[in-house]
Structures are given as C-alpha cells and as structure tokens.
C-alpha cells in the first residue's frame, strides 16, 4: 500500500525528527522538478547536531543530482553525457 503525499506530511507532523519520511517527501519533491521543498525539508528538520554521514551522502545525492525512480535501470558505466 503506497501512503499519499498528504499522509506523509501528516505523519512528518507528527514525527519531524524522522528521516525515512522526510527523505520519502524529498525524492518525491525531487521527482516532481520541485528542488525548493525538497531543500526545505532539510532545513526544517530539528535535528541540531551533524547528521549521520549515510544520511548527508543520501540528502546531497538527492540535491545535486538528477533524479532517477527507484524501478528505473542505471546503467554504472554511463559517464552521463548524452
């Protein structure tokens, strides 16, 4: 069962220190062309200390790089100039 957008930032409402919800919320705001939420979503966060390196490589691939869904191929040797 696929949660709604909605349901998810209800639920970040409820919990704003959970990052599985907020990364969720990030891709989809990256999938959707919208990089100003996405980036809104890190700084809204209330987490005061250095977050976890896993999660700062995640939150800056998602930010600077194009977004690809999760079900689409990636070919590793691609070097990205088409």
């Not at 989809?28 to 976890?52: F, I, N, Q, W, Y």
């Amino acid at each position: 069962m696929r949660i709604s957008l909605q349901e998810s930032y209800l639920a970040l409402e409820n919990a704003p220190e959970d990052w599985s919800i907020r990364l969720r919320l990030m891709e989809a705001a990256m999938a959707a062309g919208d990089l100003d939420e996405a980036k809104r979503l890190v700084r809204t966060s209330p987490d005061d200390g250095p977050l976890p390196r896993e999660l700062q490589r995640r939150i800056h691939t998602l930010l600077t790089r194009p977004y690809i869904p999760a079900d689409e191929e990636v070919d590793p040797s691609a070097d990205g100039s088409d």
